[in-house]
């Protein structure tokens, strides 16, 4: 909220809004023994672009000293494994300055009796913003697998009342940072360099940055010129 009345005020010297406040996910089951385990973690996203450079991929919280716990340590306290944490492609909002990027995390439930989901999370319905020209990263998804396949909850990124069973899993895309500035001002060779290392797609180079890139993957400057130019 502060940074997007600042953003009216001020808007060049404006960061583009962070993924979110909070995106805790809590994992809860019984152990063969019968002891109850939990596992509850704040996980991450990006922060936003500002007038210095693009924002931060896969951040921490912005508003507390909460941290993302290592995938070694969730593994060995709790009946679960980690089959994908990494950085979501296209997820940052498109700017002079990008925001940074989120992340996904997709977690196998390893338990017998299964487990209990909850899910407290934001931007789902309404993505993190961009400013001075910047544009909107992605929305927060969150799916599970049921008997009939994938779903997610009614209110997009809060659940409670789901359960999992062995083998299943859940999958959180955290959303990215919003951008700064005219994303078509940003220079060809970074869009092309976030294309190469799997930041941007080729087709959000051209559509929203307006950038050409040959198959080589190296950026057309004529080309681009040409489509950025006014027709």
């Known amino acids: 909220m502060i940074f997007g009345a600042f953003a009216q005020a001020a808007p060049e010297r404006a960061n583009g809004s962070p993924f979110a406040t909070i995106n805790a996910l809590s994992l809860a089951g019984w152990r063969a023994h019968g002891r109850k385990w939990v596992m509850f973690c704040f996980f991450g996203g990006g922060l936003g672009g500002n007038p210095e450079g693009d924002g931060l991929n896969h951040s921490n919280n912005p508003i507390s000293t909460a941290i993302i716990p290592p995938v070694e340590i969730l593994e060995s306290l709790y009946p679960v494994m980690f089959t994908q944490w990494a950085l979501r492609p296209d997820s940052g909002g498109p700017g002079l300055h990008r925001g940074g990027l989120g ?3 997709e977690i196998e439930v390893l338990a017998d009796g299964g487990a209990e989901v909850f899910l407290l999370g934001e931007r789902g319905k309404y993505p993190p913003f ?3 020209g910047g544009k909107a ?3 927060n998804r969150f799916v599970y697998d049921t008997q009939s396949g994938e779903a997610t909850p009614p ?5 409670t009342d789901v359960r999992i069973r062995r083998g299943q899993k859940v999958r959180l895309e955290t959303p990215g940072g919003g951008g700064f500035g005219d994303p078509c001002a940003r ?7 976030d294309v190469r290392l799997g930041y941007v797609s080729r087709a959000m180079a051209r ?3 307006e950038v050409v890139l040959r198959e080589d993957g ?3 400057a004529e080309a681009t010129s040409k489509l950025r130019s006014p027709a």
């Open 137 to 139: 990263a992605a929305l």
């Open 187 to 193: 220079d060809p060779e970074r869009v092309a360099r």
């Open 218 to 220: 190296t950026a057309d």
């Open 130 to 132: 961009g400013v001075n």
């Open 207 to 209: 559509r929203d940055y």
């Open 103 to 105: 992340a996904i995390y």
């Open 155 to 159: 209110l997009v990124s809060k659940t």
